[in-house]
């Protein structure tokens, strides 16, 4: 699931939810619901991320 596999990236990167949601210019809170499973990046926001 996203939600899971973002989450263990970003914590083996050592990166706080903070800093990974500046790096893809989204807020906190949205980021938190993607890890959180309740939202998921649009098409777009995954082609970044990738």
Not at 2 to 10: G, H, Q, T
Request: net charge positive.
């Amino acid at each position: 699931m996203f939600s899971d596999r973002i989450a263990s990236l970003r914590e083996e990167k050592g990166i706080n939810q903070k800093q990974l949601a500046e790096k893809l210019n989204v807020s906190v809170d949205i980021f938190r619901r993607w890890e959180q499973g309740k939202r998921s990046p649009d098409i777009e926001m995954l082609r970044n991320i990738a």
